[in-house]
């Protein structure tokens, strides 16, 4: 069965520090993708990225970068020189080609807390 | 990105009253829509996929005829919760697929249900 864990519940550092937030996932299918997204405490999802199980390459976005293992099954985001703005509740999300219309199956999240 | 559009961001109803939540995708077609659940400092868990033109599909455990889902359009889907009672105080909301798998899910703004 597909299932995400975010292992870190909550995460605090101070501004201009680099974080990693951790994701593993489990999928018995071939052919998946996974995704980041951030939730302010407005409550809306943002969608930061979307990666398919066939590309590893790492991917880079001003701040963000994250890391695809499929070895380890982890696809780890990295904020560097964190901000105050930073601050929310990141969720990891799986969904496979052989759901129905390809829902998405959530991590824990982690709750970041950047201190200025 | 697309935008998909949940209203009202904010409800408070009387215990045994229905409640009627809409999320439109405003400038694509969304074949296949998602209605999620969140409690506070969870994840967010998926209640039904949502077909245009066909009956919901339900996740286990999510009562049918209490969550009702009508998928009536390709940018139009509602959620009611028939006589809500305060244990279904909760966030709830929706997100909508552009295209298939390979593209991202965009969420609504989210719904802030309490029941009195």
């Known amino acids: 069965a597909q299932k995400v864990t975010q292992a870190q519940t909550e995460i605090s550092v101070v501004e201009k520090e680099d974080v990693t937030l951790d994701c593993v996932y489990e999928t018995r299918d071939t052919t998946y993708y996974l995704f980041w997204y951030k939730q302010p405490p407005s409550g809306e999802l943002v969608f930061l990225i979307r990666?398919?199980?066939?590309?590893?390459q790492n991917e880079i976005s001003g701040r963000y970068s994250w890391n695809f293992q499929k070895s380890t099954s982890s696809f780890n985001f990295t904020i560097t020189a964190s901000q105050v703005v930073d601050s929310a509740v990141y969720f990891c999300a799986l969904s496979e080609v052989g759901n129905q219309g390809g829902k998405l199956i959530f991590g824990q999240g982690t709750e970041l807390s950047v201190k200025p | 990105g697309a935008v998909v559009s949940q209203h009202p961001s904010r409800v408070i109803c009387k215990s045994g009253t229905s409640v009627k939540i809409e999320c439109r995708s405003l400038?694509?077609?969304?074949?296949?829509m998602f209605w999620y659940r969140q409690f506070p400092k969870q994840s967010l868990m998926l209640m039904a996929t949502?077909?245009?033109?066909?009956?919901?599909?339900?996740e286990q455990g999510v009562e049918k005829d209490k969550f009702l889902i009508n998928h009536a359009s390709l940018t139009l889907s509602t959620l009611t919760v028939t006589s809500a009672h305060p244990e279904d105080s909760s966030f709830y909301i929706c997100?909508?697929?552009?295209?298939?798998?390979?593209?991202?899910?965009?969420f609504g703004q989210g719904t802030r249900l309490t029941v009195v």
């Open positions: 949502s077909n245009e033109g066909s009956k919901a599909t339900y």
């Open positions: 997100s909508a697929r552009e295209g298939g798998l390979n593209t991202e899910a965009f």
């Open positions: 990666r398919n199980s066939f590309d590893e």
């Open positions: 400038d694509f077609q969304a074949t296949t």
